[in-house]
């Protein structure tokens, strides 16, 4: 199996790429970090064919990247894109460099490389894009709007490249609630966090299933879905909803 990850030194998708590779996989790694993605690298040893360090907002490049990384695998079998920021609600209201920042690497550093990746699998007949968006996506919530738009925008393009390969690709959107990695640090925790583990677990299920949409972990498919109908005037009066 040839397994292409971007944003590799996240703490779930280095999770991930863990999982792949106990299972003896050919890894392609691509992060923004170089120190992480070496030392990520380093400890997978030859499961990782190579790897590259590139900012995902620098379209140019990490396309170019990209197209190494088909080259050196051959075959795709998987493409997981993982890269994300959650960024700060309050300075996105005020500093649109903040919003642009959000919605740049969460929406189109996304989209930019999914194009290339979808042409190389439709040419093929073959493979899985699997992508982590959010349950923020779902809801726009004044503690994260900024960041739900990107990763709800990011959904909602998944569902149109869905149906584009359908029957020739698969297209996975991986709706991820929230986890206790390094980016949720200064959030205080409750019992709906995930482990990084469990996540890891939870994507790799998804993409083995070839599922269209999945929620991860997956009581936030009942959790959401009263969420989203919920009617205004009731979600505008819970706090832990409506409130920052």
């Known amino acids: 199996m040839n397994v292409l ?30 120190e992480a993605l070496a030392q990520l690298s380093a400890e997978l040893g030859s499961a990782v064919v190579s790897s590259d360090a590139v900012d995902f907002t620098d379209y140019a490049r990490a396309s170019a990247a990209v197209e190494r990384a088909l080259t050196a ?56 894009l699997a992508v982590i968006t959010s349950v923020a996506g779902e809801r726009g919530r ?9 990763k709800g925008g990011l959904t909602l393009y998944l569902q149109g490249l869905r149906s584009r390969l359908w029957g020739k690709a ?3 959107t991986i709706k991820l609630g929230p986890v206790d990695t390094k980016m949720t640090t200064h959030h205080k925790k409750n019992a709906v966090f995930a482990s990084i583990p469990q996540a890891a677990r939870g994507i790799v299920r998804a993409v083995d299933r070839r599922a269209g949409e ?31």
């Not at 030194?9 to 050919?26: F, M």
């Open 5 to 34: 990850i971007l944003g590799a030194t996240s703490d779930i998708a280095a999770e991930v790429a863990r999982i792949y590779a106990s299972r003896g996989a050919r890894l392609y790694l691509i992060a923004r970090n170089p």
């Open 73 to 128: 695998l051959g075959t795709l079998d998987v493409a997981l894109l993982s890269q994300g920021y959650l960024g700060d609600q309050l300075e996105s209201e005020r500093n649109f460099e903040e919003a642009r920042r959000q919605i740049e690497v969460n929406l189109l550093s996304a989209v930019a490389q999914l194009i290339p990746l979808a042409q190389h699998v439709e040419k093929n007949g073959r493979g899985t």
């Open 142 to 150: 004044p503690r994260n709007y900024t960041y739900g738009a990107a």
């Open 170 to 172: 698969h297209v996975v």
């Open 214 to 244: 999945v929620y991860v972990p997956g009581f936030w498919f009942f959790i959401m879905a009263v969420v989203r109908n919920m009617p205004e005037a009731i979600f505008q009066k819970l706090s832990f909803l409506s409130g920052r």
